[in-house]
Nanobody, 117 residues
Framework: QVQLQESGPGLVKPSETLSLTCTVSGGSITTNSVVWGWIRQPPGKEPEWMGAIDASGTTYYNPSLKSRTSISRDTSKNQFTLQLSSVAPRDTAVYYC?????????WGQGTQVTVSS
């Protein structure tokens, strides 16, 4: 059973870069046909897909966030990372990492990130 766990700071200041890591157990991030992604849900709003990385390391981004988003991975640690630059209060949300081959079948528990000075 694949398990995902997000980690990172819960409070980030405006204009800084948010960095979150997803640690995966019970499966490999290099497994063919599986995609590993980040989704966030701001308070009172619908979930928003941010981007993903596939087994070969190819990345995919939401066009609305592409200029500020970077997803990378460390295969030796079985982790993938989200970086979001120039954050603002509007980036306050619960951030989830997830995986799946047809839809997001496995999710982390989510981590609250607040952008505030």
């Amino acid at each position: 059973q694949v398990q995902l766990q997000e980690s990172g700071p819960g409070l980030v200041k405006p204009s800084e870069t948010l960095s979150l890591t997803c640690t995966v157990s019970g499966g490999s991030i290099t497994t063919n046909s599986v995609v590993w992604g980040w989704i966030r849900q701001p308070p009172g709003k619908e979930p928003e897909w941010m981007g993903a990385i596939d087994a070969s390391g190819t990345t995919y981004y939401n066009p609305s966030l592409k200029s500020r988003t970077s997803i990378s991975r460390d295969t030796s640690k079985n982790q993938f990372t989200l970086q979001l630059s120039s954050v603002a209060p509007r980036d306050t949300a619960v951030y989830y990492c997830a995986s799946g081959s047809q839809g997001w079948s496995h999710w982390g528990q989510g981590t609250q990130v607040t952008v505030s000075s």
